[in-house]
């Protein structure tokens, strides 16, 4: 039976935007004066709020070639960056590449439509803003351990639901896996520390195959409930990143999605966040039905990650 727990990573949105904790502002654009931070960074997104917001690289934002080259920089001192893709990018591009919807080389980072709450197969995210949209593209957070607890006392029958593995198919650019499923809760715990994964497009996708036959209506009304939850207004925190800024976030502990947006016409204005997927050497032991998925379930494995063919 599902009960409640303790967390750091435990907030609204309403909370989480009165904080300063997870906010930095540098004044230096060299990597070497914030080893210390990055150090820090690194710790509070395990046992901390799982967030961290740091601002003001804004001088690199023009120049894409040295953004990647610090981005990636910076991502080696907080974790190890994971392959993004059978090509094995490290460096991924999230921008409106103009594909139509049934293009089998669509993914939701490179439309400009909006995403819905979800994470990534990684331990942390992170994003580099490059430039922004025209309108739109606002970042949105929500804690998953506040949806854990939300739904704990709303709907403690779904919760239950959600603890159960669901199937996922794999997205359509993971071609190195010789199974085209896997099963995975939502909400998990492993010797006493909570994990949530949550990508409801490929759980669609898997229940949508003949193979694996449609969702049990108790399984889906819990996805659909998660996601009216995490929806509230008070639950996630909305913001916009500037050129220049870098978020991290700890997939086991927050979910994210970005606005729809608008862009600009002129082809070097046009939005432009760089991604890193990363393992972190002191991440939580996961539930061994994360291993088909992620490769590794142990504390501090590296894991995560589409294998490069």
Known sequence: MAEAFESPANWTGEEISGRADWLHEVASPALADHLPLLKHIQDALENGP??????????????????????LSMAREVGTPVSQSASGELVFSVRDAGFARDD??????????????HTDRCDVIGFMCLNQARTGGENEIVSSVALYHEILKRRPDLLDALLEPYWYQRHNVDLGNSSPYCRQPVFSFQGGHFAASF?????????QSPEIG??????????????????ETRMHHRFVQRPGDVLFLNNWVTLHRRTEFEDHPEAERRRHILRVWLSMPNSRPLHPLFRDNYGATEAGALRGGMRAL
């Not at 990508?199 to 229940?207: D, K, N, Q």
């Not at 449609?214 to 929806?231: I, S, W, Y």
């Open 104 to 117: 089998p080389r669509a993914r939701g980072p490179n439309t400009r439509r909006g995403l819905s709450f």
């Open 50 to 71: 799982g967030v961290a917001l740091i601002r003001g690289f804004h001088a690199l934002a023009a120049d894409e070639e040295r953004a990647r080259e610090f981005f």
């Open 199 to 207: 990508l409801r497009v490929l759980i669609e996708r898997a229940y």
């Open 214 to 231: 449609p969702m049990p209506d108790r399984q889906r009304e819990a996805l659909d409930f998660l996601e009216t939850v995490a929806g």
